[in-house]
């Protein structure tokens, strides 16, 4: 594949038709995949593989994806298999985030584009199928009474064939772009056993029959889908990061330049919007994200979601910007990396904190902004956590009251600044060189920098004192 170097072309090049076939074409192959009986989990299975070996080989011409993904599916099963160790889950992650790694370090070699379609991104999703695989077989030999809620729910005491686990590994709404699921989640998908708890078969109406409530939700999935592939395409040659460099945009004034940057930022996501929201869907259609009923009898299917997009664009504060934003990547790292290098019996500190922050980094691959991004982003969570806690309970009602205007004020101004650090600091994830990142920050005045920078120097230089002191004295009490 040629890599293309201009920040315009790829602007013009961002979805290739290939992915976005395969994105679509996932909807009927998921409306047959529902038509194979569960009765038959094998053919099911089967179905997966199947289709994966389309997509790799006619479709998307990327025959040694195929072949390396294969190697890392086949490295994990055999290691997880007969390696009964404490250190197996850890010698998996090892294998598959090394070859992941060195994979990386080619497409930087070769100075592909991150809308390049090659091994990396499918690789990416895989590699959270097999390290959480692997911390699930793990949690399977230990005592039910040594694992949390989750563990619980998701180990594996039943070792699955070569086929059951090729079928799991190559689930065909999620192959190329996510989200990733869990192997749990996936036999549920299989043998359709979401539908059968105690809870949910009251409630289905009679007549109706699930696939009628999942049509509906994996179609308006679509739909959305592709209004924020349409938004891309129409807008994405012109509001772009990238454009922060350009000639007439340095030639406005600083004000203008950090308002007209905000408009950047809403259509540079809108391609990761639509490829998520369109594999939801497909997703949705084989059974995966049910989540129960509503008050009113509605179908939720929520569990297949991977970004909530009103709460990014309108953040109410940063942590749940955050927990809105990739959300199946973040469940990953919670439960296969922040919780499992935490001592036991200890809560998480900031050693398991930096060692999430450097997989996330590493998963995503070495360009320098990625960094960029990431180091940003820890002294953005610690200058909204400082204001969350020393800040927000003098705006927030008291206990059985209405927010007033001043509360709806404060939660204007968040939203507000919210998206606007956003806009500021993911800009070097997409940009990925640091030279034209700082460059693109330079041109912004420096905004996010001044703003989070100087809300850590006031908190710690006695402003946190200051204001503990006074929330004491107005008898204001701060968030649990």
Same mark, same amino acid.
């Given at each position: 594949?040629?890599?293309?170097? /201009? ?19 996932? @909807? ?9 009986? #569960? ?10 593989? !199947? ?12 025959? *040694? ?10 490295? !994990? ?21 090394? =070859? ?9 070699? @070769? ?20 390290? /959480? ?25 039943? @070792? ?13 709404? %999620?192959?190329?772009?996510?989200? @990733? ?15 059968? =708890? ?60 950090? &308002? ?13 919007? #639509?490829?998520?929201?369109? !594999? ?83 998963? =995503?691959?070495?360009?320098? %902004?990625?960094?960029?991004?990431? &180091?940003?982003?820890? $002294? ?19 206990? %059985? ?25 993911? *800009? ?26 100087? *809300?850590?120097? $006031?908190?710690?230089? %006695?402003?946190? #004192? ?6 004491? *004295? ?7």
């Amino acid at each position: 594949m040629v890599a293309v170097n /201009t920040i315009r072309d790829r602007r013009l090049t961002a979805f290739s038709a290939q992915l976005i076939f395969c994105l679509l074409v996932a @909807y009927p192959l998921g409306s047959l995949y529902i038509r194979v009986p #569960a009765s038959q989990p094998n053919l099911r299975h089967l179905f997966s593989v !199947t289709v994966a070996v389309l997509f790799f080989f006619p479709v998307l011409k990327i025959y *040694s994806a195929f072949f390396q993904l294969l190697a890392s599916i086949l490295a !994990t099963y055999f290691i997880a298999k007969y390696d009964k160790s404490k250190k197996m889950p850890w010698i998996v992650f090892v294998v598959v985030m090394g =070859h992941l790694t060195v994979n990386h370090v080619i497409r930087a070699v @070769y100075g592909f584009s991150y809308e390049t379609m090659e091994v990396t991104g499918p690789q990416m999703v895989l590699t959270m199928k097999l390290t /959480t695989f692997a911390w699930n077989v793990f949690d399977g030999r230990r005592k039910a009474e040594e694992l949390d809620k989750w563990q619980l729910s998701k180990r594996v005491t039943k @070792y699955p064939t070569i086929l059951e686990f090729l079928g799991y590994s190559f689930y065909f709404p %999620g192959l190329l772009v996510g989200p @990733y699921l869990d192997y749990a989640e996936y036999m549920d998908v299989v043998n359709e056993t979401m539908f059968n =708890h105690p809870d949910v078969r009251p409630k289905i109406k009679p007549g109706r029959r699930m696939p009628s409530y999942r049509k509906r939700a994996a179609y308006t999935r679509m739909l959305l889908g592709l209004i924020y592939l349409g938004i891309f395409v129409v807008f994405g040659p012109k509001f772009y990061f990238g454009a922060g460099l350009k000639p007439e945009f340095r030639k406005m004034s600083l004000v203008k330049r950090i &308002i007209y940057f905000q408009a950047f930022g809403p259509v540079e996501r809108c391609k990761y919007y #639509a490829i998520w929201t369109l !594999t939801e869907g497909a997703s949705i259609l084989t059974g995966l994200g049910f989540t129960g009923f509503g008050p009113h009898g509605e179908a939720h299917w929520n569990g297949a979601a991977n970004v909530k997009v009103f709460t990014i664009e309108f953040p109410p504060n940063f942590k749940v910007l955050l927990d809105s934003w990739n959300m199946k990547t973040n469940v990953w790292l919670r439960e296969c990396v922040y919780k499992r290098v935490t001592p036991k019996g200890k809560k998480p500190g900031f050693a398991s904190s930096m060692i999430t922050f450097f997989t996330s980094a590493f998963w =995503h691959g070495i360009a320098s %902004g990625y960094y960029l991004t990431f &180091i940003m982003g820890g $002294f953005i969570t610690a200058a909204a956590r400082q204001a969350r806690t020393l800040i927000r309970p003098f705006f927030a009602p008291a206990e %059985g009251q209405n927010p007033g205007l001043v509360k709806h004020l404060y939660d204007l101004t968040t939203i507000v600044l919210s998206a606007m650090i956003l806009n500021y600091a993911a *800009s070097p994830f997409i940009i990925l060189s640091a030279k034209d990142s700082i460059e693109t920050w330079k041109v912004l005045g420096w905004y996010g920098h001044v703003v989070i920078m100087g *809300s850590l120097l $006031f908190f710690y230089a %006695g402003g946190a #004192a200051f204001l503990k002191g006074l929330q004491k *004295s107005m008898g204001v009490a701060p968030p649990a």
